[in-house]
Every structure is written in structure tokens, then in C-alpha cells.
């Protein structure tokens, strides 16, 4: 008979958990494996909430797997290393993401890109390879393979680092890698969520002008007064649609619910790109016509690899960037659910797990 | 009146054939071109290729077209005279012209060498020129065109083959050149095998690339592998045969200009692949945002190319030999060629 969470591996963790799609979490007492050779164990002490969270907890993607213990951006101190253990020592600050596995052998793994890996393992809703789930980050402690730890910058504070984890290299990845990086050019954002606002920051630190694109006219004094975006526009406005087209180098598209791409694509100059970062439930509509006849592109990207998110940390601690978040205890997880699912939140949760009952 | 005799005056007697209404029957139609100016180049007019293009304009199936209208826009023939300042030409050279013959000269895609993107830029047909005249395609005798807007027609090239490169052929090698699909030992996708599709086929396998032509229609294989040189051919229809080549393809050229579904493409692409939509569906397409995601994979657009890139190509399709496959007709032939053309029953381009 297979054994029970809380016993099939030696450590015992304390975690919260959904047993359902109703997604409500609730304490779930479970257990973590033995810390190998190339282990760190961390014990955690905060975890931003990801929409990919809420997400996952109500199985809106269809693959989710109960009960299911969510957290992606965690962040802790080193308690333990594993004989091979190079990288890092006991008391160090750490960080770990969306990923804890991946083959190490593929051309992917071998490019730094571990996160376009087929054997990719992510850090919850996942099965390892003895045949036990992955519990992601809310809960007490973690051991993760030091090849996908994190070192968190010294001057970073760790509540407000935390989301970067996930959100961070979302849209650090993509802003590389499809060169949004010529300073004076015009980056357009779409949504001003977790992954939006700290798009917004990263862009002005690389010397972007920064449009942020929103259905939310209430929004817009935060964009530019709070995160130092230079314009703000209302998507719904078609007077204003039209007088900023053909006006953007590149959008990223943040948005996680399906939406109309051809307003954001008459935004884009020629040789312009979206990016999107969202992963709405059904396929979006693409008109060809502006893709042709401007030769723009609509690309993806999916977080990033290891050796980026590390860049990205040092990046956003160099630029002094951290995530607004607003700081919860774990007993207030299904409360900040419900208001995550209707966008109530500047603009992420970050579980203070340090100091919260489990 | 006719719409020719009522414009400006011209001088140029010229003579070919035109669309009058949206049925798209084309019959013999006489109006006249602009007397050569200092920077035209006149040239009789050899051999033209049938786009399809020309089809959707002369049936107003963009909503754009303007009666009469004299399509053709793979242009052909030889230089009969030349303005005061032309540098580039000389009477007898083989010359060709494309799909436009202006733009504006002064915005950042013509400083680019875009010309393609210009805003302003002016269609071969269907068009308005500087001096308010509509613009009138090859469908006839004479062109008198802008030498900027002229391209050189290489020796070794045979004149009625090279013409459907003046189209077909620079909107597929623009994009491999653009999205980086032209390096040697890459693994590209042609989607479609008509006009643009063989050629398509064609400059990859010049370019060092492995092809795999993927169609609905089992019957064009033999062509493909044996003909056109592709190195594989896929029955898109095949579920069996899409499934084993999923994630092999570090580009796909998609050609088809129907509806057709765009997720089995994606999923033939490997992670950072690139599908390029060379044909547009006049409704839009469906595009799962998890592929595009979880891959980092590229949906993108492109349309013919600027001149200097124009010529570019033809002198690499002069270098390998490469020209079209096509059918030569004569122009009376036209409707008819027009009928077999909607039924794709053409290896690979009409050229009148």
C-alpha cells in the first residue's frame, strides 16, 4: 500500500494544501525526503502568491493532482548541505522558483535553459522520480537539488525579492531574449498585475520608455506616480488605441485571460513583437493581416533558465527592483485567493511563513 | 469614357488586359502610361506571372480593388528607353519589376531599404501614383517605372521563369533570410505547394537547409521529393505521420492562405522554432497560447521585401539556378488559366 505524505520520505513538513478544485487550502502535514549529496534543505520563510497558484489549486489547466501544496517564489536560509554541495553553505539566503529538476543532459540543459527542458520538473504538482509528488513552497522547508537554488542578493530584502522568483524572470526572460534591451525604445505592457509591474520596473531600469496597457483606467496614477511608467492606456478607449498605433517596439503581454490580440498588435511598429507571458485556458484569435503586413511576431516564453534567473536576481539588486507586495499569513491564503481572483492585490501576496502558524 | 482617357494626359499608348467588374473575367483594354520621365525606365513588357494575388484582386476579395483593373505584378522584359537621370539601366538591359513602384523615400522603413513597409508605398496595380493616375500592372505591353523600382535580370536566367520570383520568389526569401531559417544543416517546414510553396522549397535547399514539404494532398509527393528536391514530405491530414514528426523543425514557411489550423504547425516545431504566415486568411486564426509558451516558439508575418533585398535574391537565384516552374500562356488563355488557378491546378505558376 503506498504510504501516506507524512510518510514517505524521513523529514516531517508542515504545509497548506488544496484537496479540491474549490481550490480552498487548509493545513496538510506531509514530509520531505532525505537531504542528498547534492541537497540543500532551506527552511522557508516566505513564499509569494503566483496567479499560477490560484491557477493550479482550482485546476483551471486540467492537470492538477490533490491534494496539491502550492508556492513557487520561496525564499530561506540554509539549513543543511549535501556532501557535493559547492554553491552554497549553512545560514546562506537562498531562493527557489518554478523549477527543481530537469535532465542536465539535453541540448536545452546544456544551453542554460533548463526550463525548456522535456524532463523539467516543476516545484509543485509534479511526480519525482521515485514516484512521489513535489509540494511547492507553502510550507516550512524545502530540499532541493543545489543546481536549482538560488543565491539572494545581500542587499535584497527577502519578502519583496521573493516574487521575483517567478514574476522576475516571467518577463526578464523574454525582454533578453527577444532584445528589448536598446535603450529609447518602447516597451508596451499589458496587464499591471505581478508579472506587469515588475515588467514596468525592469524596463525603465534598461532605459525603456514604458506604456502600460490596461482595461483599468483606475490604475493608471499608480503606473506612472508608483512604478515610474511613462504613459498609461486605456485598451477600451478607441480614440486612444488609435492615436498610439504603430507606436511600440514591443508589448509584453501579461495577461492570463483570453483577450482580443488585434488591438495590441495594431500597437506594435513594423518589426514589432508581443510576447505574451499569460496562459489563458483557451486558444486566443490571431489576425494575420497586421502579423504580414507589418512583419511583427507573437512569441512565448516560459519563465527562464537557472543561470538567467541568478543574472536577473543580481540585475533587480543592482537596480534596487523589488516586487510591492502585500505581506500575509499563511491562515489568510484562501482570503487573498479570492481577492487575487478579482485583481485585488498591489501587487502581489507574499506569505510570511517565518512567522505564521502552519 | 474609360477611366484611362479621363486622366491626366499621357502619352504612352499601351494596351493590355483588364478586369471590369468583380466576376474578375479579364478582356482587352487600351489606356495609356506617362510619358518616360527623368528617373523612368520604359521597357517592353516579355512575360508576366499569374498570382494568386491577382486572382483576389480582380474578384475584389480584399475589398480594395477599383475598376478597371490590370493585375500582374511579376514583371518582365526589355529596356526601350530611358529618362535623363536614370544611372542604373541602359537600352536592351533584362530588367524586371515586382510588386510596387513607389513609396515615399524619406520614412525609416525606405531609408531601411522596406520599402515594402512604407506606409506610402505604391502596388504595381491598383494603386495611385504620385501624379493621381491609378497604377496599371503587366498584364500588357509596356511598364514605365522608376529605375528604383527596377530590378536587373541576370544573364544566365531565363526571362519567363524568372518572372514569378519578382513575387513568389522575394516573399519566401525575405522571411528565411529575416527569421534566420537559412542556415545550413536547419530542418524547414514548407506549408503548401503552389507558386509561393515550390519556390519556398527551393531556395531552402539552395540555402544548405533540410526541407519537409507538409500539404493535404498526398498526390503532390512524388513532385516534391523527386522534382522540387524537398527531402521529405508530410500528409498534414496524417495524424500518424504529424505525430512522429512533432518537435523537429526549426522553422516552418506556411504559405496556405485559407483557413487552416495552426496548432498541428506549431507542435512540428522544436522548442525556439519560428512559423512564418506568408498567406493571409481574411478571418483570424486560432493560437493556443501554451505551445507558444512552453516552447518559446515564434508566430510571425512578412511580406514581400524591400528592392534592395529584391535584387539580392534574384542574383542568388541567378547563382544556383533557381527559377520557377511554370505553364507559359498565351494571354487570350488568361481566364481560363485563372479558372485552373482557383482550383490550384497549375505546377506552379501561370506566366502570360
Known amino acids: 500500500m503506498a504510504k501516506s505524505p507524512e510518510e514517505e520520505h524521513p523529514h516531517k513538513a508542515l504545509g497548506w494544501a488544496a484537496r479540491d478544485s474549490s481550490g480552498v487550502l487548509s493545513p496538510f502535514p506531509f514530509s520531505r525526503r532525505e537531504n542528498g549529496d547534492d541537497d540543500v534543505t532551506i527552511k522557508i520563510l516566505y513564499c509569494g502568491v503566483c496567479h499560477s497558484d490560484l491557477h493550479s489549486c482550482k485546476n ?13 517564489e520561496i525564499v530561506g536560509v540554509v539549513t543543511k548541505v549535501g556532501k557535493a554541495v559547492t554553491k552554497f553553505k549553512v545560514d546562506d539566503k537562498v531562493g527557489v522558483g518554478v523549477m527543481v529538476s530537469s535532465c542536465k ?7 542554460d535553459l533548463e526550463n525548456y527542458c522535456p524532463q523539467m520538473m516543476l516545484t509543485y504538482n509534479s511526480i519525482n522520480h521515485d514516484g512521489t509528488k513535489n509540494y511547492g513552497g507553502y510550507s516550512d522547508m524545502i530540499v532541493v537539488d543545489q543546481h536549482y537554488v538560488l543565491r539572494f542578493p545581500d542587499n535584497m530584502p527577502l519578502d519583496a525579492g521573493a516574487p521575483l522568483l517567478c514574476a522576475g524572470i516571467t518577463v526578464y526572460s523574454p525582454m533578453m531574449y527577444y532584445g528589448m534591451t536598446e535603450v529609447g525604445r518602447h ?4 496587464g499591471l498585475g505581478g508579472l506587469g509591474h515588475v515588467a514596468v520596473k525592469i524596463g525603465k531600469a534598461m532605459g525603456l520608455k514604458v506604456t502600460v496597457i490596461s482595461t483599468s483606467p483606475k490604475k493608471e496614477s499608480e503606473a506612472i506616480n508608483s512604478l515610474g511608467a511613462d504613459s498609461f492606456l486605456v485598451s477600451t478607449d478607441p480614440a486612444k488605441l488609435k492615436a498610439a498605433m504603430g507606436t511600440m517596439d514591443y508589448i509584453i503581454d501579461t495577461v492570463s485571460a483570453v483577450h482580443p490580440l488585434l488591438p495590441l498588435l495594431s500597437l506594435l511598429k513594423l518589426n514589432g513583437k508581443l510576447i505574451t507571458v499569460g496562459l489563458p485556458e483557451k486558444p486566443l484569435e490571431l489576425p494575420i493581416f497586421p502579423l504580414v503586413l507589418g512583419r511583427r511576431l507573437v512569441g512565448g516564453s516560459d519563465i527562464g533558465g537557472i543561470k538567467e534567473t541568478q543574472e536577473m536576481l543580481d540585475f533587480c539588486a543592482k537596480h534596487n527592483i523589488t516586487a510591492d507586495i502585500e505581506l500575509i499569513k499563511m491562515d489568510q491564503i484562501n482570503t487573498a485567493m479570492e481577492r487575487l481572483a478579482k485583481s485585488d492585490v498591489r ?7 517565518g512567522n505564521s502558524k502552519l | 469614357m474609360g477611366t484611362a482617357e ?5 502619352q504612352k499608348k499601351a494596351f493590355g488586359w483588364a478586369a471590369r467588374d468583380t466576376s474578375g473575367f479579364l478582356s482587352p483594354f487600351n489606356f495609356s502610361r506617362r510619358e518616360t520621365g527623368d528617373k523612368d525606365v520604359t521597357f517592353k513588357v516579355v512575360y508576366c506571372g499569374i498570382c494568386h494575388s491577382d486572382l483576389h484582386m480582380i474578384k475584389n476579395e480584399w475589398g480594395v480593388s477599383t475598376y478597371p483593373l490590370v493585375p500582374g505584378h511579376e514583371i518582365v522584359g526589355v529596356v526601350t528607353e530611358i529618362g535623363s537621370k536614370v544611372e542604373k539601366f541602359k537600352v536592351g538591359d533584362r530588367v524586371g519589376v515586382g510588386c510596387m513602384v513607389g513609396s515615399c523615400r524619406s520614412c525609416d522603413s525606405c531609408a531601411n531599404n522596406l520599402e515594402n513597409y512604407c506606409p506610402k508605398m505604391i502596388f504595381t496595380y491598383g494603386g495611385t501614383y504620385y501624379d493621381g493616375t491609378t497604377t496599371y500592372g503587366g ?3 509596356i511598364m514605365v517605372t522608376d529605375e528604383h523600382f527596377i530590378v536587373r535580370i541576370p544573364d544566365n536566367l531565363p526571362l519567363d521563369a524568372a518572372a514569378p520570383l519578382l513575387c513568389a520568389g522575394i516573399t519566401v526569401y525575405s522571411p528565411l533570410r529575416y527569421y534566420g531559417l537559412d542556415k545550413p544543416g536547419m530542418h524547414v517546414g514548407v506549408v503548401g505547394l503552389g507558386g509561393l510553396g515550390h519556390a519556398a522549397v527551393k531556395f531552402a535547399k539552395a540555402m544548405g537547409v533540410k526541407v519537409t514539404v507538409i500539404s493535404t494532398s498526398p498526390n503532390k509527393k512524388k513532385e516534391a521529393i523527386e522534382h522540387l528536391g524537398a527531402d521529405s514530405f508530410l500528409v498534414s491530414r496524417d495524424q500518424d505521420e504529424m505525430q512522429v514528426a512533432m518537435s523537429t523543425m526549426d522553422g516552418i514557411i506556411d504559405t496556405v492562405s485559407a483557413q487552416h489550423p495552426l496548432m498541428p504547425l506549431i507542435g512540428l516545431l522544436k522548442s525556439h522554432g519560428k512559423i512564418v504566415l506568408l498567406g493571409a486568411p481574411e478571418k483570424p486564426l486560432e493560437l493556443p497560447a501554451f505551445p507558444l509558451l512552453v516552447g518559446r516558439k515564434i508566430v510571425g508575418g512578412s511580406a514581400i521585401g524591400g528592392m534592395k533585398e529584391t535584387q539580392e535574391m534574384i542574383n542568388f537565384a541567378a547563382k544556383h539556378n533557381i527559377t520557377a516552374d511554370i505553364e507559359v500562356i498565351p494571354i487570350d488563355y488568361v481566364n481560363t488559366a485563372i479558372e485552373r488557378l482557383v482550383k490550384a491546378d497549375v505546377r506552379y505558376r501561370f506566366v502570360n
Request: proline letters at 5%.
Open chain 2, 6 to 10: 479621363e486622366q491626366k494626359v499621357q
Open chain 1, 60 to 72: 483551471e489547466w486540467g492537470v492538477s493532482s490533490y491534494p496539491l501544496v502550492p508556492g513557487h
Open chain 1, 347 to 353: 501587487y502581489r501576496f507574499v506569505i510570511d511563513v
Open chain 1, 105 to 111: 543532459k539535453c541540448d536545452c540543459c546544456k544551453q
Open chain 1, 187 to 190: 516597451l508596451g505592457v499589458a
Open chain 2, 139 to 141: 498584364y500588357s505591353d
